[in-house]
Every structure is written in C-alpha cells, then in structure tokens.
C-alpha cells in the first residue's frame, strides 16, 4: 500500500514540476492530481503529524493571520506544514502535505497550519480533525458565490458540532462569536479599547441582528464593520467576555501598529510592522490559535515582531526609473509602491481609513477586476467609503477588467475629475502613476483587489522589482 502511494505522490509532484516549468505557481495543481489519485490524501498525509493540524478561516485575513500563526509557532520550535502561498481549497491543502510527505510513511514537519476558503472548511475539517479552528470574521464578499453570510455560518457552525476541536473565535463580530456558545472549549478574543469607535455603523456593516431571537443588536461601540461591543435588548444576549484583548492600540498610518496584549498568562506590548486595527485583530487570532496550542507568552511577543508583511497585504516594493524614451528626458528615480489588497466593503474600509492617518496629498493605482476569484458583481465598490479620502486625491489611475467603473466612483466619491486617469492595461497603467509624482519621496499606493494583486506581482516580478509571486 506503501509503495502504491509512494507512486501516486511521485506523478503529482511531477505535475508540480511542469507546472512551474509553464510558469505556473504549482500551489494547487499537484494536490488536485493527487486528491483524484488517492481521494483520501489529506486524511492520510494528515494523519502523520505528531501534533495534528489547525485551521483558519475567515472573509477577510486569512494569509496574514496565518503567517502570523507561523511564526508564533516556529519561534516556539514547532515543525510545519503550512499553505504559505495562499491556496486555500482543498487542492492547496494536498500540495503542502504533498510537499512535505516523505518516505515509509513520514513527513518533514510536526503539526498542520492551513487556511481554509470559507466554503472548503467543511471538507477540509472533515479529512483532518483538527485541535484548533480559527474563525475570525464574516464579512459580505462574492455574494455571487459565497452567498449571504448566513448560509456560511450555518456551514461553520456544523463543523464546529461535527469534530472535537478548539473554536477559537472573535467575540467582536456577533454572527461569528454566537457560533461558539454552546460549545465547552471555546476560546475568544476581542478588542478592549473605545479609543477605536466609530461615530457609528457604516452602511457597509453587515451582522446586525441576533441569531437567537433576531432582534437588531444595540452596539455600544464599533471598531471596524461590524465588528465591536454589542448586545441584544430583546433577548439579553451579549458579547461573550474574550480571554485575549488588545488594548491601549495606537495605528501609525500604513507601516505599523502597537497594542497591549492580554492573555490569561499575562500582558505584552506588541509592536507589529503591519498597518491597521484589521492587523492587530489578526494578530489576536493568531495569539488565541497560539494559546489553544499551549505556546509560550514569550514565543507570541517575538513571533509577532517577526512578522512581516504578505504579498499584497501592505507589501512595500521600491520602482525602479522608467527608461527615457525617443529622446525624452531621463525619467524620475526610484520611487515606494505600497499594496494594500483591496476586495470587500469592509477591507476597503479599513484601508482607507488607514490611509487617512498618513499626511499629505496621496498618489492611488486603483486596479478593479471582476474574474471568478474576485466576483464578477463590483458593485461593492459603492458601499467603499472613498469620500473618507477623496479630498486628499492628488491623482487616482484606475486600472484593471472595470476600470471605468472605478474612475465612475471616484468621481461621485468627490475625487476632482481632472485628477482621474483611466488607463486598463496595468504595465502601462503603472508606468504611468509612478511617474507623475510631485517629489521624489511621494509613495504610490496600489489598491487592487485579489486576482489584480496577482497581475500587478506577477508584473513587479517581471520588471525585476520582487524576487518571486510568493
């Protein structure tokens, strides 16, 4: 049986190989193979990890919630195997066990850290019974395939009732904390700090009513959507009390972020070389996945201030000087690209919020697709409050499938129209934003949404100014 498996997981680690031979990133591929080769691979290559595995699921926050979670984990000596590049189905699921499996039934690695799609979670819980899962938030994104975020919830909260896990869940957002309270073993966490409310609900927010008797909740502050301190005048129901907080939270614009963190074996103050209250929610989920895998305080702290940004999500990459061209002259030097991924109502929210905190007048490279893996409906670019920024636009270059549909809400966002360049090839639509700059030290801010991200990497890894797409 060895040896018939042996040769299953050889053909798809060939597949990898032609895969990247094609100029494929061999993230999913190699695991689809092998899944139709050996349906039960997860299973069975999950099944030889000493410590068993974690998930982590969420709308918005997955990859960087996880890569946050791995380096809590190996600053605490833990072995991984772990989706690193983002593929969260099943098929890249089965790639990272694939890659790490050996010989006679081994693996290179101790426990399993996977994000998992929100609709994958069932499927993927259900081959690798985990210890823990992490469930973040649930924000309204793709409704043409994910559906309303009901219909998420009620698949999670059968997960959760199928297995013997740890949910580790955060008590900010109401749809996601009231899946956990019947069960024994939940762990919560949650934002203690008023210094942080909104005036008050966005229109882009989205669980508002509680599930047990469906009255509207009252919400005694609100941090971010959604997400914030809540309870119900029909009912009783409340917020559940969380065992990790992050309180006295300062933002420093688009580079890092500080927070007091509270854990039931102590506090720390976390510096994170990330940006965004977004950030210090994923860096709780992170710590309370380490908490239910019983790490050290100490290994949470260092692992945090390991961490550094994941492609797209607040990346800094340095543009190189567009050649002259037919005698003109000689182009501007390097210049600072910040990406900031940009998918839903919410996410975009947070990053222009962020985005406010930094002074001056902002160059933006807007790049707006609408292919399967972002939803084909873009309407929700008009529950983005771009008014929150639009008065502080210099130019806004709109790139991407639906360009023109960006630069339309610019313009109603109060963008000047003058100041709003459509342009939906993104080579050029790049050269172009990072030229037109008022003076060398005015960064760029790339706001794509995810298989724009991708592109504009793919492009960046082109022109030789980032080393790979992962």
Known sequence: ??????????????????????????????????????????????????????????????TTTAAMAAAILRRAGVGLVHNQAGANMAG???????????????????????????????AVADELSPRAIVLSNLF???????G????????????????????????????????GREHPQTLYFGVEDDSLALPGMSHAADAKHCRRCGAPYAFDAVYLGHLGHYHCDSCGQRRPTPALTATEVTLHGVRTSEFTLGTPDGEVRVRLNLPGLYNVYNALAA??????????????????????????????????????????????????????????????????????????????????????ADGRDVSWIWDADFELLAGRIRTVTCSGTRAPDLAVRMKYAGVDPGAIHVEPDLSTALARAAADRPDPDTPLYALPTYTAMLSLRELLVARGEASSSW
């Open 148 to 179: 309303e975020l009901e219909r998420i919830a009620e698949s999670w909260e059968e997960v959760l009732g199928a297995c013997s896990t740890c949910p580790v869940l955060n008590a900010d957002d109401p749809l996601v904390a009231d899946l």
């Open 287 to 372: 710590t309370a996945l380490a908490t239910a895998l019983e790490v050290p305080l100490a290994a949470v702290a260092d692992g945090l201030g390991d961490v550094r940004p994941a492609f797209g999500r607040a990346e800094s990459v340095t543009l190189s000087p567009t050649p002259p061209s037919n005698g003109s002259a000689a182009a501007p030097g390097p210049r600072e690209l910040r990406i900031l991924l940009v998918k839903n109502p919410a996410g975009a929210n947070e990053v222009l919020r962020t985005l406010t905190l930094e002074s001056g007048r902002h160059d933006l490279l807007g790049v707006l697709n609408d292919n399967i």
């Open 92 to 122: 890249g699921v089965a790639t990272a066990l694939l890659g790490a499996a050996g010989a006679r039934g081994g693996i290179e690695g101790e426990l399993g850290l996977f994000e998992v799609d929100e609709l994958w979670l069932a």
């Open 140 to 146: 309204r994104d793709q409704l043409d395939r994910y």
């Open 1 to 62: 049986m060895e040896a018939a498996l042996g040769a299953k997981l050889a053909l798809a680690r060939t597949v990898g190989t032609l895969s990247r031979w094609r100029g494929g990133g061999a993230t999913s591929a190699p695991g689809r193979v092998l899944m139709r080769l050996q349906p039960d691979a997860i299973r069975t290559l999950g099944g030889r990890l000493a410590r068993g595995s974690a998930l982590i699921s969420a709308t918005n926050g997955k």
